[in-house]
């Protein structure tokens, strides 16, 4: 063979090592999975256990379908509700609806709800819980002022079966 074929089968042979060279650089590499375990969500429940009772500031029970308020009355209704509030630092807000529109007395009476509670934490209307089961006590008092008046009121009602106590969570 001549030469300058053995130069160009030599130079070939050359540049097809230098361009398959080239498609298999490699980079090390590894993996490896964690063992960690699964996060569970909380959960928040409130139950109303239907034992309210309705009071006069003396202290006397009172059946609301026969009572007949009058101004400068003051009603007390006091109700226990169960919470069961799992989750880690687990905050929430208890709320009332239901009075203020509630039939026309509703526009000459106030309300204001007090919480407590031995087994979690109250400032105000926010829960911080501890621990799953929670007894909260609620005071919800109405006011039928002895401001009103005229006949303003009169034989006007306020239907206290439309209560709802709501338990939201907050940041």
């Known amino acids: 063979m001549n ?23 490699a980079l090390w590499n590894t993996s490896d999975s964690l063992t960690a375990p699964s996060i569970t969500a909380g959960h928040l429940t409130l139950t109303a256990n239907n034992n309210g009772v ?36 687990l905050k929430a807000n208890l709320t009332h609806t239901g009075l203020a529109a509630a039939g026309p007395l509703a526009d000459y009476t106030t309300e204001t709800l007090e919480v407590t509670s031995s087994t979690a934490t109250v400032d105000g209307s926010t829960l911080k819980f501890t621990s799953g089961l929670s007894t909260v006590n609620v005071k919800l008092t109405v006011v039928f002022p002895s401001t009103v008046t005229g006949t303003q009121g009169q034989g006007s009602t306020l239907d206290l079966s439309q209560i709802t106590f709501t338990l939201a969570q907050t940041p």
Request: no cysteine; net charge positive; charged share 10%.
């Open 3 to 25: 030469k300058l074929v053995k130069g160009s089968i030599a130079g070939a042979a050359g540049i097809a090592l230098l361009l398959g060279g080239a498609g298999t650089f």
């Open 54 to 89: 309705w009071k006069t500031l003396a202290g006397d029970t009172i059946t609301p379908s026969t009572y007949r308020i009058i101004p400068g009355t003051t009603l007390v209704y006091t109700q226990t509700l169960s919470i069961d509030a799992v989750g880690d630092g």
